[in-house]
């Protein structure tokens, strides 16, 4: 069992930058893979980015490319979102989740996932 618990949200002008993070319990956390989704009010949850249980690889939205990034300690058992050039298009709620196959984690299939965290961008 993992629990998940984002932080680090909040209200940012464009151009800017936040770091979120995603807190997981559980002493199994590096096993599994973690990723990023976020869902903006009226649209569909999409991906956002990924990263694999070792931190060697790792995946992106082509929205986000070079701008985001992710990472993970798996001492702290914690995986971050760096968001720089912040657009108001990324305004959303943020979701962490995991899995132990990244192919769930990028198709958003992963057995858990956290409450969000909602990001605001103003123009």
């Known amino acids: 069992q993992v629990q998940l618990v984002e932080s680090g949200g909040g209200l940012v002008q464009a151009g800017g930058s936040l770091r979120l993070s995603c807190a997981a319990s559980?002493?199994?956390?590096?096993?599994?893979?973690m990723g990023w989704f976020r869902q903006a009010p009226g649209k569909e949850r999409e991906f956002v980015a990924a990263i694999l249980w070792t931190g060697g690889s790792t995946n992106y939205a082509d929205s986000v490319k070079g701008r985001f990034t992710i990472s993970r300690d798996n001492v702290k058992n914690t995986v971050y979102l760096q968001m720089n050039s912040l657009k108001p298009e990324d305004t959303a709620v943020y979701y962490c989740?995991?899995?132990?196959?990244?192919?769930?984690?990028?198709?958003?299939?992963?057995?858990?996932w956290g409450q969000g965290t909602q990001v605001t961008v103003s123009s």
């Open positions: 989740n995991a899995d132990q196959a990244m192919s769930a984690v990028v198709a958003g299939t992963g057995d858990y």
């Open positions: 559980g002493r199994t956390f590096r096993s599994y893979c």
